[in-house]
């Protein structure tokens, strides 16, 4: 069957659109149940099986979505998957920040710890020796409440801002289960909450804004960097083992990107491509012992992430005990 014509917005156009919004993101194969139910409803009685629909037919169906949206500023984008390698489809919101968007959805308290768990993942678990950019669910309860320095400096200004009152440990988790239902966090197996695909698409104007110096040379380190073979934004994947340097990979467009080059160096520094060092969540380790590291004594040596990170920056408060371990 042909596609419906992109210049008439039919019922079916609606439908699908309605459905892209419900989801947050949607891959082609998942659009297929849904373009065939269309399809079936339109011909009244014949009956087309989700795996008749083709790459065409979802084509038409998301240009004709973006049309839609484009009125009220948002537009479809895609991004493949930084580890499935599927192509995602979201709905984008093309002139507000994250507060704006998730305005509708959670209070005021709720959208000042959102923004203080993206500083964590973004700033605190995001340093030249330890790039994670990912977050657990015990290190996002201590940013259940705001800064209490901060807190003084807001009250000796005399701001008109609301007092953030922060969050029970109850509702970090609804919170970060909210997060993850509507497509803006995925959670990993090892339980790391990262931003998803379809947020790394919203956001990333904003979060280049935000955490990246401007004024900063080219090959300055940087907290949002992104893959030499698809310009995208790294948030796991691969890095140079030269702690400054900025050149990084998906590990996905690794095989690709160096079987056209007659050696593995690094395209910035020269130093040799080994692909063991990470970005993401296996940057951390549960202990130097991993790799071997012991103190004289025999034991394992135990390294908490605010000890690997203060030394890339200020001393941070200590961590419990049983913290996840970087490596060092």
């Known amino acids: ?137 015990m290190q996002a309860i201590k940013f259940a409440r705001p800064d209490r320095r901060q807190t003084i400096v807001d009250e000796e200004a005399q701001t008109q801002t609301p007092v953030d009152k922060g969050l029970k440990h109850s509702e970090v988790e609804a919170v970060l289960e909210s997060l993850v239902q509507g497509g803006w966090f995925e959670r990993s197996y090892a339980s790391y909450y990262s931003l998803s695909p379809r947020a790394l698409l919203e956001l990333r104007p904003w979060l280049i804004e935000t955490y990246n110096d401007p004024d900063a040379d080219p090959e300055d380190w940087q907290r949002i960097k992104f893959c030499e073979a698809c310009k995208e934004i790294v948030t796991v994947g691969l890095r140079c083992d030269e702690p400054e340097c900025t050149f990084r990979l998906h590990e996905i467009c690794e095989d690709a990107f160096w079987r056209t080059r007659k050696s593995k160096k690094c395209l910035k520094c020269s130093t040799a491509w080994t692909g063991e060092k990470w970005v993401g969540e296996r940057a951390v380790n549960r202990s130097a012992g991993h790799h071997g590291g012991r103190n004289r004594g025999g034991a394992s040596r135990r390294t908490t992430a605010n000890e690997t990170i203060s030394q890339d920056g200020p001393e941070e408060e200590a961590e419990e005990p049983g913290e996840n371990l970087y490596d060092p």
């Open 1 to 137: 069957m042909p596609p419906p014509e992109a210049s008439r917005y039919s019922n079916g156009n609606k439908a699908f659109l309605q459905a892209m919004l419900a989801r947050g993101a949607i891959t082609f194969e998942e659009s297929r149940p849904v373009i065939a139910a269309i399809l079936n409803a339109d011909e009244g009685g014949n009956r087309i099986r989700p795996e008749e629909v083709t790459e065409e037919q979802f084509k038409s169906y998301v240009d004709a979505a973006s049309k839609a949206a484009s009125m009220f500023d948002f537009e479809v984008r895609s991004i493949v998957h930084q580890t499935t390698k599927q192509r995602i489809y979201a709905i984008v919101n093309t002139t507000s920040d994250p507060q704006t968007q998730l305005a509708t959805t959670y209070n005021p308290d709720e959208l000042s710890f959102i923004k203080r768990i993206l500083d964590a993942m973004f700033e605190k678990y995001n340093s030249p020796r330890a790039e994670v950019l990912a977050i657990t669910e």
